[in-house]
C-alpha cells in the first residue's frame, strides 16, 4: 500500500530556532498534502492544504509566516515552524493524496506524526 | 507493534439503514482510539473517542462506537444513515512508542449512502 514517510518522528528544540518538518510520498504523486496538528486531548486540527507548485491554503487563525509550508515536488512537503516558542509544541500529521481521479487519489494517506517540543 | 485495520475499504447502505463500520486494532499499551470523518474537500472532524472511560462511546451526528478489549475492536455505529453522511471514515489509535507520540491511522472506509 501507499506510504507517506514523515520526519522527524520527535524533535525537541530551544526557543527561537526553525524546525523542519519533511513529509514524503514514497510510492505514489501527492498532488495535495494537508497539514494538521494536534494539542494534548484534543482532536486534530487542519493547518493548511497545499496543492503541489502552488501556495498553501491556510485554515483561519494560522499564521502563515509562523507555519511555512512548501511543497515544490510531487513527493515532498515540508512544514517549518519558524522562530518556534514554547506554545508551538504540538503533535504534527501531514497527510497526502494523490491525482483526483486514480486510485491514490480516492484516499488520504497519513505520516506516523512529529512530536515537537520547544524549550 | 500498534496497528489499525480498517475492514472495509467501502461500505454501501441505503438511506435509513443502519451503519457499521468496523475497526480492529493492535496495541501494547492501554490504547486511545478516534474515529474521524472527512468529507469532500474538508478537513478531519473527530466523531468520538475513547480514552479508557465508558466503553461506549457517544459521538457527534448520532454516531457511536463500542470500545471491545477482548476482541480487539471498536466499531462505529449509526442507527440511521443520513445521505449527508457519505464520507471517508478513518479509526485511528493513539499510541506512545518510546519517548514519542504517534497516531496510526487505519486505511479508511468510504461510505456510500444510497437514496
Known amino acids: 500500500g501507499a506510504v507517506v514517510s514523515q520526519h522527524p518522528s520527535w524533535v525537541i528544540c530551544k526557543s527561537g530556532t526553525s524546525v523542519k518538518i519533511e513529509c514524503r510520498s514514497l510510492d505514489f504523486q501527492a498532488t495535495t498534502m494537508f497539514w494538521y496538528r494536534q494539542f494534548p486531548k484534543q482532536s486534530l486540527m487542519l493547518m493548511a492544504t497545499s496543492n503541489e507548485g502552488s501556495k498553501a491554503t491556510y ?10 509550508i512548501n511543497h515544490a ?7 517549518t515552524v519558524t522562530s518556534a516558542h514554547p506554545e508551538d509544541s504540538s503533535f504534527y500529521i501531514c497527510s497526502a493524496r494523490g491525482p483526483l481521479g486514480s486510485l491514490w487519489g480516492e484516499k488520504l494517506f497519513f505520516g ?8 | 507493534a500498534q496497528s489499525v485495520t480498517q475492514l472495509d475499504s467501502h461500505v454501501s447502505v441505503s438511506e435509513g439503514t443502519p451503519v457499521l463500520l468496523r475497526c480492529n486494532y493492535s496495541s501494547s499499551y492501554s490504547p486511545s482510539l478516534f474515529w474521524y470523518v472527512q468529507h469532500p474537500n474538508k478537513g478531519l472532524q473527530l466523531l468520538l473517542k475513547y480514552t479508557s472511560a465508558a466503553t461506549l462511546v457517544k459521538g457527534i451526528n448520532g454516531f457511536e462506537a463500542e470500545f471491545k478489549k477482548s476482541e480487539t475492536s471498536f466499531h462505529l455505529t449509526k442507527p440511521s444513515a443520513h445521505m449527508s453522511d457519505a464520507a471517508e471514515y478513518f479509526c485511528v489509535v493513539s499510541a506512545r512508542m518510546d519517548s514519542s507520540y504517534k497516531l496510526i491511522f487505519g486505511s479508511g472506509t468510504r461510505l456510500l449512502v444510497r437514496p
Do not use: N, P, W, Y
Not at chain 1, 59 to 68: A, N, P, R, S, T
Not at chain 1, 73 to 79: A, G, P, Q, V
Not at chain 1, 112 to 118: A, I, P, R
Open chain 1, 112 to 119: 506516523s506524526g512529529t512530536q515537537l517540543s520547544v524549550l
Open chain 1, 59 to 68: 485554515e483561519q487563525g494560522v499564521e502563515k509566516d509562523k507555519f511555512l
Open chain 1, 73 to 79: 515536488s510531487l513527493t515532498l512537503s515540508t512544514l
